[in-house]
């Protein structure tokens, strides 16, 4: 099939790698404007832009791509079919009616659950045991368009949001090379979803990875994991933020008030919970680099009985 290819960051580079390997035609890749990075302020290209240059493919980067001229851009490569992955903007009917057989999206949950932003990080803030990918064609809102096909994947005990990430990543894109045979052959099956099933997800923010000691030991764990690599969970120690990229949840009475450093041993340090108590293994103090907590210890003096801010 010809094929306008839609997305941004990391998650949407191995789908578009499918396709192009699947043997389809990728005339145009549209992605996001490159941004400024760094303390240079140097213009860093999106990871679908750089993918895209590699295979010498066009790329389109409009601002606001519901404008009258970018549409018009976009009908001149007559598509037979658009794949979107996590590309960052609304389309709008004329561009959702525009492909013979409409635009794809490759979404990372099992819909209708986590529509909207973030489904990969909330998968794991929220303890979930399972949770997927799914495509489907588009509509004019936010996820809701029907579902064509799913693929269901475990959580490890220990998943990240990272490592979330990258199973869901490789799972989307095997799924749309088979839903993209499924449309051309004329087997795909169309199914609604049930909106009184689903959940509307918000987007990440950094203050989202500000620890709330009050709260039990397996949420505070589950947030570590969950926002692990980015924004990162943190609090303060001393005054300076200090991120925790690993915890364990140990068992124990709650003898302590939330937040207090309660033990401190060579290789471990524990801190009290709203209900449990947490090992803290991995942690990076401001201004440090990133270590286990065996190496934090040797260099850097903390009292037994310290808090970290409420």
């Known amino acids: 099939m010809r094929v306008i290819f839609m997305g941004t960051p990391d998650f949407s580079v191995g789908t578009l790698e499918a396709i192009i390997a699947a043997g389809h035609d990728v005339a145009?890749?549209?992605?996001?404007?490159?941004?400024?990075?760094?303390?240079?302020?140097?213009?860093?290209?999106?990871?679908?832009?750089?993918?895209?240059?590699?295979?010498?493919?066009?790329?389109f980067q409009p601002v606001k791509i519901r404008e009258a001229a970018n549409i018009e851009y976009l009908r001149k490569f007559n598509a037979d079919?658009?794949?979107?992955?996590?590309?960052?903007q609304i389309l709008s009917k004329s561009i959702l009616d525009m492909p013979r057989y409409g635009c794809i999206n490759v979404h990372a949950s099992l819909l209708p659950?986590?529509?909207?932003?973030?489904?990969?990080?909330?998968?794991?803030?929220?303890?979930?045991?399972?949770?997927?990918?799914?495509?489907?064609?588009?509509d004019e809102g936010v996820d809701t368009g029907d579902m064509i096909a799913k693929k269901t994947v475990r959580l490890d005990a220990d998943e990240t949001g990272g490592s979330l990430f990258d199973k869901l990543a490789g799972e989307g894109a095997k799924l749309c090379v088979e839903t993209m045979k499924m449309i051309e052959d004329g087997t795909a099956e169309y199914t609604p979803q049930n909106s009184e099933e689903a959940t509307h997800t918000a987007m990440i923010h950094k203050e989202l990875g500000f620890i709330d000691w009050n709260k039990p030991a397996v949420e505070i764990e589950r947030l570590i994991r969950g926002l692990n690599p980015w924004p990162s969970a943190y609090t303060h120690l001393d005054g300076k933020t200090f991120k925790i990229w690993k915890a364990k949840v140990i068992e124990g009475e709650n003898d302590y008030q939330p937040g207090c450093i309660f033990h401190i041993g060579k290789n471990d340090m524990y801190v009290q919970t709203g209900n449990g108590a947490l090992s803290l293994l991995e942690v990076q103090l401001q201004g440090k680099k990133r270590m286990d907590a065996s190496s934090f210890l040797r260099g850097y003096q903390i009292e037994e009985g310290s808090f970290f801010t409420l």
């Open 28 to 59: 145009l890749v549209v992605t996001q404007p490159d941004k400024p990075k760094g303390r240079g302020k140097a213009m860093q290209y999106t990871p679908v832009k750089e993918c895209a240059l590699e295979h010498g493919i066009e790329v």
């Open 113 to 138: 659950k986590y529509r909207g932003a973030a489904p990969i990080q909330w998968a794991v803030i929220n303890g979930d045991e399972f949770t997927g990918v799914t495509t489907m064609r588009m």
């Open 81 to 88: 079919i658009m794949i979107v992955v996590a590309f960052g």
